[in-house]
């Protein structure tokens, strides 16, 4: 609670009582909203640029439409969509046509049905799988024990060729399926259209990583 670095995650006040949320609110000492008036002021200007304002519209409106029931207040609302079918209505929302697909090879399979669902829906889809390339991983200075399948070829992960692919076909939005860490990085690096993500690569629980946050205090206490 001393330190005046912005840490909202250890706020320590119920969620409809913080400055965050309410007039009058409370407000540890850490709390960007209290402490930041200058640079909220300044970003508040990024909304007066059209695109920006568009987009950030489109983005709570989309929000909002994710819940039935509204109209019963909060404490009633209930989530009836799924994460695939928001980024089809965003982009419809977005009067988008083109949106790329930056895939891992490990959910090739997935990235087929998205593939499909994007198709079906009057979008043309432009696809990049991490492997596109095929340069060895020696080129990025990795040695044969630090490959997954050693004494084997083994082609690198490749996202700035990823996003550069996407760039060249004029995307005019992306989408990510279960890059790995680092390597999803260095894609938004490099990617000039807005990206988002569908799903981010967890090997042990099926691309469902906050299962680990889930069981902290249990199974994977050992996290700690």
Do not use: W
């Not at 990235?111 to 080129?139: N, Q």
């Not at 807005?194 to 206490?221: E, M, Q, W």
């Amino acid at each position: 609670m001393k330190s005046e670095l912005p840490n909202c995650a250890k706020c320590p006040y119920n969620m409809t009582d913080r400055l965050c949320r309410k007039d009058e609110g409370k407000a540890p000492p850490f709390c960007p909203t209290r402490n930041n008036s200058d640079l909220i002021d300044n970003c508040l200007r990024e909304y007066h640029r059209p695109d920006i304002l568009e987009f950030a519209k489109q983005s709570s409106i989309q929000e909002s439409d994710g819940y039935a029931y509204r109209d019963n207040g909060y404490e009633r609302v209930k989530p009836i969509k799924p994460r695939i079918e928001e980024v089809i209505e965003f982009s419809q929302k977005m009067d988008y046509r083109r949106l790329g697909l930056a895939f891992c090879i490990g959910l090739r399979k997935e990235a087929t049905v998205v593939e499909k669902l994007l198709s079906d829906r009057g979008f043309i889809v432009v696809s990049t799988i991490c492997k596109v390339g095929r340069i060895p991983k020696e080129h990025i200075g990795i040695r044969d024990d630090q490959k997954i399948s050693i004494g084997d070829f083994e082609a690198m992960c490749n996202p700035v060729l990823q996003a550069s692919i996407l760039n060249q076909e004029k995307t005019d939005f992306n989408i990510l399926l279960g890059l790995c860490v680092g390597h999803d990085s260095l894609f938004f690096k490099y990617a000039k259209a807005p990206c988002t993500v569908l799903a981010v690569k967890d090997r042990v629980f099926g691309h469902n990583p906050l299962a680990a946050i889930y069981n902290i205090d249990s199974y994977y206490r050992y996290l700690k």
